[in-house]
């Protein structure tokens, strides 16, 4: 079975602070991306990776960067973070295109 | 870009009664995906379903790309069924994978 792992599931970090999400999956897929979900907003993705080293903004990059040095890794950054930052945040990964996508099981952050 | 609406947005329905869920997008896509969000956050894929009709027990799916539609059938429902179910869609250009969600329709399946 595909897994995609969030290592956090619940944050609680102050304004300003800069903020590490990390997620891992263990199926050598090529893609790999970031979505925030909020109530009546459904899911909007922050930014994908379809490569090492590679990334591109999604719907709502800003206030956001992300790093992926190894394939099995996508990490979402948190410059300072801020209040309207405060969602739950769903990493996923594809093995290529039109594939099936698979979630973690998200990640709970409150900024306060 | 690409719009997904899905309704109804809320459903409460009694154990046993059967369901069907819409999604209507705005544009031809080359992708289109089911997923089941339980309450604890963890979204599952349902079905991988850009055209044509597939069934999983007691959930089914059919897509009329032409029409620019999708419906998610749940029948005999069960608790377990409750959450929220979203549908995203691709319009793909470079080949690289830009899902894009509807904001959903929440299940409630009464005893």
């Known amino acids: 079975d595909v897994k995609v792992t969030q290592s956090s599931r619940y944050l609680v970090k102050r304004t300003g602070e800069k903020v590490f999400l990390e997620c891992v999956q263990d199926?050598?897929?090529?893609?790999m991306f970031w979505y925030r979900q909020d109530p009546g907003l459904g899911l909007r993705l922050i930014y994908f990776?379809?490569?090492?080293?590679?990334?591109e903004k999604g719907d709502i990059p800003e206030g956001y960067s992300v790093s992926r040095e190894k394939k099995e890794r996508f990490s979402l950054i948190l410059e300072s973070a801020s209040t309207n930052q405060t969602s739950m945040y769903l990493c996923?990964?594809?093995?290529?295109?039109?594939?099936?996508?698979?979630f973690g099981e998200g990640s709970w952050l409150t900024v306060v | 870009g690409i719009q997904v609406e899905q309704s109804p947005p809320d459903l409460i329905l009694q154990e046993g009664a059967n369901s069907t869920l819409r999604c209507n997008f705005s544009?031809?896509?080359?992708?289109l995906q089911w997923f089941h969000q339980n309450p604890w956050g963890q979204l599952i894929n349902l079905f991988y379903?850009?055209?044509g009709t597939k069934q999983n027990g007691r959930l089914s799916a059919t897509t009329v790309a032409t029409e620019r539609y999708s419906l998610l059938y749940i029948s005999s429902s069960q608790t377990t069924d409750s959450g929220v179910y979203f549908c995203?869609?691709?319009?793909?250009?470079?080949?690289?994978?830009?899902?894009?969600f509807g904001t959903g329709t929440r299940l409630t399946i009464i005893p």
């Open positions: 996923a990964s594809t093995r290529r295109p039109g594939n099936t996508i698979y």
């Open positions: 199926m050598d897929h090529e893609n």
């Open positions: 990776s379809y490569d090492v080293k590679m990334k």
């Open positions: 544009d031809s896509v080359n992708n």
């Open positions: 379903i850009p055209s």
């Open positions: 995203a869609v691709e319009k793909s250009n470079f080949g690289n994978e830009k899902l894009t």
